[in-house]
Structures are given as structure tokens and as C-alpha cells.
């Protein structure tokens, strides 16, 4: 069974409106970790957002963020006010406590969004 | 700044001849690790290390080889590269603290003919 899904390969939204991007995981673990990373066409990944597992709030960060729902284990990242240069793979990753010392990322497949002017 | 840089950034090879990727950061990070990403499915670990010394297999570890001689080195070997390595690898790196973001080098574009 795959440990993250992101189920909206591709998304659209219109310049200025909000978004959401779906992730659901697989853990058994209690204490684990979710973060989003940005990869635009430049191929770099960017940080934007993260949630740990005991976390009562749910994480922001500017324009970002994560609606963090644990007994769905879920986790969604919103994008509030989309702007042209939002465009991007946004992939959602987890790390698990279980993994020890190994602070691996398991990663989704990602969502290629589009924001249309 | 704070950053990791990962030479080549692209590189075209033929099959068998062997090459290294380095990756270094200047952020003093015990923990470092490569990953391949290929089209539709997402990042993949290769191999990871705690410190200096000390690494380990990740998910995909076949026909890679990595050494941490120095804190901030982790150079990813392919000693006999094969067309299914054809891939974008990144390095990554992170002081190691749960929920601590790791650093990701700008990609590798690796090609092997």
C-alpha cells in the first residue's frame, strides 16, 4: 500500500483564488512528520510547509496552509490567493518515527498545478 | 548561505563508465541523503548517513555507492552506470531534529546512454 497519495495528478485554478491539493498517508507510527515541498520547472525543490503529528494547530506559512485532519489522515495543503508563478509540482512527503535514525522522506507522487491568468 | 550543492548538474554518460555526483553543504548537518525522482513515482531514497562514517541503504540502493569521509561530502558513486539510472538525483541534507526541513541540493540530470 502506497504510504502517501496524492490522488489530483494535475489541478487548475484561476489567478488569485484558493486551492486545495489532497494528501492522504499510511502510518502506523504515533509520531511522524508531513511536509510539502514546491518543484517548479526549474527542478529545485522548495520547503513550504510542516506538520508534526502531535501538532494541535493546524501549520501556516504565509500564503500555505496544511488542513491536518488525523483520524482521516489527511492532509491537505491549501493555497490561498494563487499567483502565476504557484505553478508547480507540489509534493506532499512524510517521515515516520519508525524509520529511527534514517530521517527518509516517503514521498508522494505529486500534483502538477496550473495557475491560469 | 545556507545551501547544498550538488556537480554536475547534468551529465550525459555511456553505459559502464563509471562516475560521481558530489554533494556538499555548508549547514554543519549531521544527517545526508540522496533520492532519484523518475516520472510518476515521486522521490526515491538511495542511501543515507547519520555522520561521518556512518551510512546505510535506502529504498533503491542497487548499483550505487556512497562514502561520508567528511561532515560535508556525501558523493553518490555509480561504479558501472546502466540506462535505468537514467534519472534526477537530489541531495539532501538536515541537522537531523524531528520535523526539521531537509535541504534539497538543485538536482542532478543524469542521462546514460
Known amino acids: 500500500a502506497q504510504k502517501i497519495t496524492q490522488t489530483q495528478p494535475g489541478m487548475f485554478v484561476q489567478e488569485k483564488e484558493a486551492v486545495t491539493l489532497d494528501c492522504t498517508y499510511d502510518?502506523?507510527?504515533?509520531?511522524?512528520?508531513l511536509f510539502w515541498y514546491k518543484q517548479p520547472s526549474s527542478g529545485e525543490m522548495i520547503f513550504l510547509i510542516y506538520?508534526?503529528?502531535?501538532?494541535?494547530q493546524n501549520a501556516t506559512e504565509g500564503r500555505y496552509s496544511l488542513n491536518f485532519q488525523k483520524a482521516r489522515k489527511s492532509a491537505n495543503l491549501v493555497i490561498s490567493a494563487s499567483q502565476l508563478g504557484d505553478s508547480a509540482m507540489y509534493f506532499c512527503?512524510?517521515?515516520?518515527?519508525?524509520?529511527?535514525?534514517?530521517?527518509?522522506?516517503?514521498f508522494g507522487k505529486g500534483t502538477l498545478l496550473t495557475v491560469n491568468p | 548561505e545556507a545551501q547544498v550543492t550538488q556537480n554536475p548538474r547534468y551529465l550525459i554518460t555511456v553505459t559502464g563508465k563509471k562516475l560521481t555526483v558530489t554533494c556538499s553543504q555548508n549547514?554543519?548537518?549531521?544527517?545526508m541523503s540522496w533520492y532519484r525522482q523518475d516520472p510518476g513515482l515521486g522521490l526515491r531514497q538511495i542511501y543515507y548517513?547519520?555522520?561521518?562514517?556512518?551510512?546505510d541503504k535506502g529504498d533503491v540502493p542497487e548499483g550505487y555507492k556512497v562514502s561520508r569521509k567528511e561532515k560535508r561530502n556525501f558523493p553518490l558513486i555509480l561504479e558501472s552506470p546502466s540506462p535505468n539510472q537514467t534519472s534526477l538525483y537530489f541531495c539532501?541534507?538536515?541537522?537531523?531534529?524531528?520535523?526539521?526541513?531537509?535541504?534539497f541540493g538543485p538536482g542532478t540530470r543524469l542521462t546514460v546512454t
Open positions: 506538520q508534526g503529528s502531535y501538532d494541535e
Open positions: 512527503a512524510m517521515r515516520e518515527a519508525s524509520g529511527g535514525s534514517n530521517y527518509k522522506l516517503t
Open positions: 548517513s547519520m555522520n561521518v562514517e556512518v551510512t
Open positions: 502510518t502506523s507510527d504515533q509520531s511522524y512528520g
Open positions: 549547514m554543519n548537518h549531521e544527517y
Open positions: 539532501a541534507s538536515s541537522s537531523g531534529l524531528a520535523g526539521v526541513e531537509q535541504y
